[in-house]
């Protein structure tokens, strides 16, 4: 079962870390493995469970370089129309 530790022998060392990060306010960095590869993650307190989040290696991204679209000319008219529609709450359809 999700969030709750399995068996005796790790009910200590779970309440533990459990408690210790609560206690401080803190999360913590830790691997794990997953499908037989070695993972990165983030454990967190929420409730009286401890949540892991999964994140990824930094050479598993693409810069952010390579995502940015390609640069457009956008005249001051189209921005001031955009902002004006933005605080009207109005939707230009195409």
């Known amino acids: 079962m999700v969030g709750k530790p399995d068996g005796q022998v790790t009910v200590r060392p ?3 870390l ?3 990060l609560e206690r401080n ?3 913590a960095v830790a ?3 997953w499908r037989g590869r070695e993972r990165l993650g983030l454990l967190r307190i929420r409730g009286t469970a401890i949540v892991l989040h999964s994140m990824g290696w930094p050479d598993a991204f693409r810069p952010f370089e390579t995502l940015a679209p390609p640069a457009v ?3 001051e ?3 001031k129309r955009a902002r004006a529609e933005g ?3 109005r939707r230009r359809h195409p």
């Open 14 to 16: 779970y309440t533990l």
């Open 87 to 89: 605080r009207h709450g």
């Open 77 to 79: 008219n189209e921005i």
């Open 18 to 20: 459990r408690r210790t």
């Open 73 to 75: 000319d956008i005249s």
């Open 25 to 27: 306010s803190k999360a």
């Open 31 to 33: 691997t794990f493995a």
